[in-house]
């Protein structure tokens, strides 16, 4: 029950009418630390009910007792790293703050600089991503001096995205004596552990979810293909046969993207496309689209869908298996939700095999093998696995039909490489670095895409 906790009535009014009953175990751990004024460091996914986590003690301390008149400054401050993420977020904070005198603002990029210089004067609490936030810093129209508390949410792709020192500076420009709440959904690296270092003061550690640990309604599956023409008819297929009420498909390239969206759009399914390319006001429509139901699948590509929190997305499909573990965590979070039922499906070609299975070892988890009947490939896996179901025992003597001799096999020049060395040891030129947290010897980062 949310009464258990100390929160100013008008919020308890608004988790009410939200039809929060039971707080998740992030706002269990978070809440009440962070109601004591402490910084908190937190390791929680997106779905986990994070945002409410932060978002309800950061107003109660701006409502103090509720006798203060509205102020005309900043108070609080919230950075993530997309501006999809910060629309999310700025809804979700006006749910929280409906019943109470505190606006909120967004500052992200491809808006109206001027119009946001103004909207800066006027707002308690301001939602944005840093790059467009200093640029206002830079122009000296950001007072954040007055800033008491300040959110870092996503800090871990904050990080990723480049945007180390921009958050830093942001954070030396608020009042010394804030409190800081740092959400990430991995452990994160050494840039993680250096903005810990730098702009929290003694935190509390918790960690909700583990990074291999997925929500527990998403059943995963991979399916072989022999090629990328393969996977396209796999997709048609999976949209036309599964039950589904919204689904997304992950390419690792914009190029991709683009070209499996041709291919939908053709087959006549209602699809939105969103990549790195795609300027705001498609992003925007694809994104309210699909909220609404008027569109039922999406093609993306990672940064593109970074934070999206569409209800009823209940099929993801990784075209492409993304580059790291902690990238299939992300992907797969957008389905099964808040205890709803998911699938995730990885489409698996040659080359996919050793990441899929790298990342089977870094979620010690074994995804579900799965075949379509009507279009099963040659692929299936490597061949000297058990687990790709051929069989591994004494091979059949092969008869020659037209002389009824044996066919004897010409032995190989030279000894091809075991396959099975091919799986734990990827090839030279593909990187491998170890997972940042020590849980297992994978994550393998090409340059993305976007
Ligand atoms: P988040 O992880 O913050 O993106 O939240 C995921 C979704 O769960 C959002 O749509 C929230 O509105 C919803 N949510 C968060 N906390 C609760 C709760 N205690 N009860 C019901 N829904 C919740």
Partial sequence: MFSQFALHERLLKAVAALNFIEPTPVQLAAIPLALQGKDLRVIAQTGSGKTAAFVLPMLNRLLGDGASSPRMSVRAMILLPTRELAQQTLKEVERFAQFTFLKAGLITGGEDFKVQAAMLRRVDILIGTPGRLIE???????????????????????????????VQRLAELCNAERQTLLFSATSGGAGLREVVGKVLKEPEHLQVNKVNQLNEGTRQQIITADH???????????????????????????????????????????VFVLHGEKDQKDRKLAIDRLKQGAVKILVATDVAARGLDVDGLDLVINFDMPRS???????????????????????????????????????????????????????????????SGKAV?????????????????????????????????????????VSQDGLAPLKRRTPTAE
């Fill in 136 to 166: 206002h810093a830079n122009a000296g129209n950001l007072l954040l001096d007055e800033v008491e508390v300040l959110v870092l949410d996503e800090a871990d792709r904050m990080l990723d995205m480049g945007f180390s020192d921009d």
């Fill in 325 to 387: 573990g902690d990238e299939y965590v992300h992907r797969i979070g957008r389905t099964g939700r808040a205890g709803a039922e998911g699938l995730a499906i990885s489409l698996i070609c040659h080359n996919d095999w050793a990441l899929m299975s790298s990342i089977e070892r870094y979620l010690k988890q074994r995804f579900e093998r799965r075949n379509i009947k009507d279009i099963k490939g040659i692929y299936q896996g490597p061949k000297n696995l058990k687990a």
């Fill in 228 to 270: 990328n023409h393969h996977k396209e008819r796999l997709v048609d297929w999976l949209l036309a046969n599964e039950t589904y009420e919204k689904a997304i498909i992950f390419t690792n390239t914009r190029v991709q993207a683009d070209r499996l969206y041709g291919k939908l759009v053709a087959k006549e399914y209602k």
């Fill in 393 to 433: 025992g004494p091979k059949k003597k092969k008869i020659d039909p037209k002389t009824g001799k044996k066919i004897v096999a010409k032995k190989p020049a030279a000894k091809a490489p075991s396959k099975r060395n091919t799986i734990n040891k990827p090839k030279a030129d593909a990187p491998v670095l």
